[in-house]
């Protein structure tokens, strides 16, 4: 599976963004997909995930109630909406899909395919 992502650049703090992760290949909808992002210096950080079965959402408590994440099976793609976006959510964004069944979503070795990755820039 191919992730490609699009979306991203620089926006202002309280602005919104949206992030896109195309998928190509097959069965799309038995992985679970999640975002990530990383800031240079630190390790890889779980944003989100929406779940392959039942279709759940997590996310990290530093962007609860600010992000959402959603998918569309039927066109292979998951999307990442930011709201209220702050300076500390400045990184670079990665999405990912793997098949796994447990809850460690932060793992990055449940992940088996990884996006490109986008820069995010929030200005205060």
């Known amino acids: 599976v191919d992730l490609v992502q699009s979306g991203g650049g620089l926006v202002q703090s309280g602005d919104s963004l949206r992030l896109s992760c195309a998928a190509c290949?097959?069965?799309?909808?038995?992985?679970?997909m999640s975002w990530f992002r990383q800031v240079p210096g630190k390790e890889r950080e779980f944003v989100a995930i929406?779940?392959?079965?039942?279709?759940?959402?997590y996310f990290s408590e530093s962007v609860k109630g600010r992000f959402s994440i959603s998918r569309d099976n039927a066109g292979n793609t998951v999307f990442l909406q930011m709201d209220n976006l702050k300076p500390e959510d400045t990184a670079v964004y990665y999405c990912?899909?793997?098949?796994?069944?447990?809850?460690?979503?932060?793992?990055?070795?449940?992940?088996?395919?990884w996006g490109q990755g986008t820069q995010v820039t929030v200005s205060s």
């Open positions: 929406s779940t392959s079965t039942g279709g759940s959402e």
């Open positions: 990912a899909a793997g098949s796994f069944y447990n809850r460690l979503w932060g793992y990055l070795k449940n992940y088996n395919y």
């Open positions: 290949g097959r069965n799309f909808g038995s992985y679970a």
